[in-house]
């Protein structure tokens, strides 16, 4: 299964919202997380929306915690309470982000009414088909392959000013579970062949292709 193949249902998430008219949407903070619990400990019972913005998706406690992947707006998070015993991401924001919840009953309620389940089973498809191909990937590839594809998403990636906000060891770590001595002892290779430029830790740009192998 191809990562870069795999596409947010953008139209599924935006046919949904418009069955949702946004009265009181929230501001969270950078830093700030969302609820993972209600105050009896069972799941929040909310479905949130999330239409700025960028969040940090993780699964798991303490040692065992593990950073999935970077959400933005439009996205419909929560879905995993629609399932008898889903799992519930933690959901951390790297940007301001504007979101606006429901209770899961009403959201399955208007999505029955207007038979919106093939757009709900598309969004979920695609992210559990995002873990698996994530999950895949990380078996195959080498500490290079991995530490060279973050690279390149973070030279590219301008909407979040992702090169700004993390030093590039911070931010493999926060994805990966390399260790910081492979990650230096990478990075300090491709900065002397000429092919990255850092400063304080942090990434400039890319001089010129990765190369394949390391």
Not at 84 to 110: H, R, T
Not at 116 to 130: E, H, R, S
Not at 188 to 211: S, V
């Amino acid at each position: 299964m191809d990562l870069k193949a795999l596409e947010k249902p953008l139209a599924s998430i935006e046919n949904i919202l418009s069955h949702f008219p946004v009265n009181q949407p929230c501001l969270i903070e950078t830093g700030q997380t969302l609820p993972t619990a209600a105050r009896n400990g069972a799941p929040p019972g909310k479905i949130v929306f999330l239409l700025s913005g960028a969040m940090i998706c993780a699964l798991g406690e303490g040692d065992k915690k593990q950073n999935l992947a970077i959400v933005t707006g439009p996205s419909i998070l929560g879905l995993g309470q629609l399932a008898p015993s889903g799992a519930i991401a933690q959901y951390e924001a790297i940007a301001p982000c504007m979101v606006y919840s429901v209770g899961v009953d009403k959201f399955i309620k208007i999505v029955e009414e207007n038979r919106l389940w093939p757009d709900v089973m598309k969004i979920m498809l695609t992210i559990v088909n995002t873990l698996v191909a994530r999950t895949a990937a990380s078996g195959l590839q080498s500490a290079y392959d991995i530490i060279r594809s973050y690279l390149i998403y973070m030279d590219r990636e301008t909407a979040y000013s992702l090169k700004e906000r993390y030093t590039v060891v911070k931010y493999m770590q926060t994805f990966s579970r390399l260790s910081r001595s492979i990650i230096l002892k990478i990075l300090a290779e491709l900065k002397a062949g000429g092919f990255i430029e850092m400063k304080k830790g942090k990434l400039i740009r890319i001089n010129r292709n990765l190369p394949e192998k390391f």
